[in-house]
């Protein structure tokens, strides 16, 4: 019988991968070990108040941390509102307890419009007139907390608003000029968590993978790399997640090309290649990387799949309160990640 190579598209269901010369996962002639087994295993994946609390020496500290619970003071506006991360993290704060701005800002096509989520509605401002509203904003709430899940393009112009009026925000938009967008936040030493990728579980998966890099540099010197993501059709650029697993593997002595990822956009090879249920087309990242020794005779895979945008909005929320506690705590005025959202342990 001849050798049959598979997508996992659940734990117990199997896919005839279709031979696609276009497609770098569609045949390893050249390996020895057998059957070629790529697996996705797809997993899809609170109006109470949630205390975020921490051991503090001072009293002035501990009243700070005693404060930081959602609906006391904390506000956000999430920029990005009328799309469907922007709706989710809408839906995850105010699940929380979060008070959410009516107010957000969007394309010019989109100025004046009303969006309605969780019963608010809120108001869509466009670009000629984000700077005289962030700042009305800002100083009718103080204590607000900007969220960006815009576009690709619009990160760098954010930046710089957020920066230039003082706001703290939390980005979790990728794209853009990635160093500029470090350097303008650095030199107006605001707080902000800049993450391109919000998923607690994922981001811990990274961290692990940064441990080794820095470990074990030069460990997979010589294998080759091949990556793979799928998104929804509407994401336009490549995975930030992916170019940050890609970097390790970097450090960790494999070449590669960040124009290599082959990014899987279309539904219907996503459903019947990549696994990914049907339902959750419109909302999923599923990862894979592949690793092949030099000789052909070892290979190493990492994948993690992820349906729908509960885990990135319930990671947003996470951030914006670990945020509102190093603003009361008047902790460092500083770019955090979500590895530091992480390593204080305070999580929902």
């Known amino acids: 019988m001849a050798t049959t190579n598979w997508l996992t598209a659940s734990s117990s269901v199997f896919l005839t991968r279709p031979v696609n010369p276009r497609l770098a996962f569609a045949s390893r002639k050249n390996q020895t070990l057998g059957r070629s087994r790529v697996s996705f295993q797809g997993s899809v994946k609170r109006r109470l108040p949630v205390v975020i609390s921490m051991t503090a020496t001072e009293e002035s500290g501990e009243k700070a941390v005693k404060s930081v619970l959602p609906g006391h003071g904390i506000s956000i506006m999430v920029n990005g509102c009328s799309g469907k991360m922007g709706k989710a993290v809408i839906k995850a704060a105010d699940s929380a307890g979060v008070n959410i701005v009516p107010t957000s800002f969007g394309s010019a096509a989109e100025a004046g419009q009303t969006v309605e989520v969780c019963g608010k509605e809120i108001t869509v401002h466009g670009p000629a007139e984000r700077e005289k509203v ?70 811990a998966f990274l961290a692990a993978m940064e441990i080794m890099a820095e470990q074990f540099p030069g460990a997979f010197s010589g294998y080759s790399l091949e990556v793979m993501e799928s998104h929804q059709a509407s994401k336009l650029d490549a995975s930030g997640t992916a170019k940050a697993v890609i970097s390790c593997f970097q450090d960790l002595g494999v070449s590669y090309d960040m124009d290599q990822i082959q990014l899987i956009r279309d539904p219907k090879q996503q459903i019947e290649m990549v696994g990914v249920p049907e339902e959750h087309v419109s909302g999923h990242a599923f990862h894979l990387y592949h690793l092949t020794s030099p000789d052909k005779t070892v290979s190493f895979e990492f994948q993690h799949n992820v349906c729908g945008r509960s885990i990135y909005a319930e990671g947003t929320v996470d951030a914006v309160l670990f945020l509102a506690k190093k603003i009361r705590l008047k902790a460092e005025q500083r770019i955090y990640n979500m590895i530091d959202v992480l390593r204080e342990g305070n999580m929902r």
């Open 134 to 203: 962030l700042s009305s904003v800002f100083e009718k709430h103080p204590e607000l907390i900007v969220v960006d899940y815009t576009i690709p393009s619009a990160v760098n112009d954010n930046a710089e608003l957020y920066s230039k009026v003082g706001v703290p925000f939390v980005m979790g938009t990728t794209g853009g000029d990635r160093n500029k967008l470090y350097e303008t936040v650095e030199e107006a030493r605001i707080y902000a968590v800049i993450s391109p990728q919000m998923g607690k579980q994922v981001v």
